[in-house]
């Protein structure tokens, strides 16, 4: 299930390579995106969604949902990153 999380903002200035940083998170979005592909391919499969039990295709839609949030995450911490 999706828990709500906390967010907490600590200032990193001088702290983080903000160089690096921006490639850790385009490299967790890439993989998310991966994530979100195959999640969507196995939800649009017909014979999936015949064959699996409903537990199964209600688990995947909330792991795409997951997915969103995430990446929504990511991207916001990236736009930040890249305004300084």
Do not use: H, W, Y
């Not at 999640?39 to 499969?45: A, W």
């Amino acid at each position: 299930s999706i828990v709500e999380e906390i967010e907490i903002f600590v200032p990193l200035k001088g702290l983080l390579d903000l160089s690096r940083e921006k490639i850790r998170l385009k490299r967790i979005l890439e993989e998310l995106k991966e994530e979100l592909a195959t999640t969507e391919r196995r939800l649009s499969n017909p014979e999936f969604l015949r064959k699996a039990p409903a537990e199964v295709i209600e688990k995947e839609k909330e792991e795409k949902r997951g997915i969103k949030i995430k990446m929504e995450r990511f991207k916001k911490r990236l736009e930040e990153i890249e305004q300084r």
